[in-house]
């Protein structure tokens, strides 16, 4: 499962499901802006990077840019893009929408373009995340 998003604030119920995936063995990989365009809402983003690291979650902060995308690849079969970011204000109070794609050869090739997002970008590791001073985890 590949989610990018400029803004990751999640509630309990987008941890929990995140997490199940992860430990139920998912390749479950984030990836969010390495430079923010709010300082407030990045720190928000990377309050949440411990409890997905150690989970086995995957992140990457993409480092050539403000990362705006808004996608979710699932089972190399499910795409959604759209303007919906991983927050509880695009989800519930915004009328954000997202378009839906099933076994298609786009799904094949929006991965492989995240794929090459991941390439440059920055793999955040539990190990550095742990040993990071408060305020480099929070941003």
């Not at 378009?99 to 995240?114: A, C, F, G, M, R």
Request: charged share 20%; aromatic share 12%; net charge negative.
């Amino acid at each position: 499962m590949y989610i990018t998003t400029p803004y990751l604030i999640l509630d309990t119920d987008l941890i929990n499901c995140i997490l199940m995936a992860a430990r139920s063995g998912v390749d479950v990989r984030i990836i969010t802006p390495g430079i923010p365009d709010q300082k407030i809402v990045n720190a928000t983003t990377r309050s949440f990077y411990g409890m997905l690291l150690a989970e086995g979650v995957r992140i990457y902060e993409y480092s050539l840019g403000f990362l705006h995308g808004k996608v979710l690849v699932t089972d190399d079969t499910v795409a959604i893009v759209g303007s919906i970011n991983m927050d509880y204000r695009s989800l519930i109070w915004n009328y954000e929408y997202g378009t839906w794609i099933h076994n298609s050869q786009t799904v094949i090739e929006i991965k492989e373009d995240l794929s090459g997002v991941i390439e440059v970008s920055r793999e955040v590791f539990y190990s550095d995340w742990k040993k990071s001073s408060f305020m480099k985890k929070v941003g």
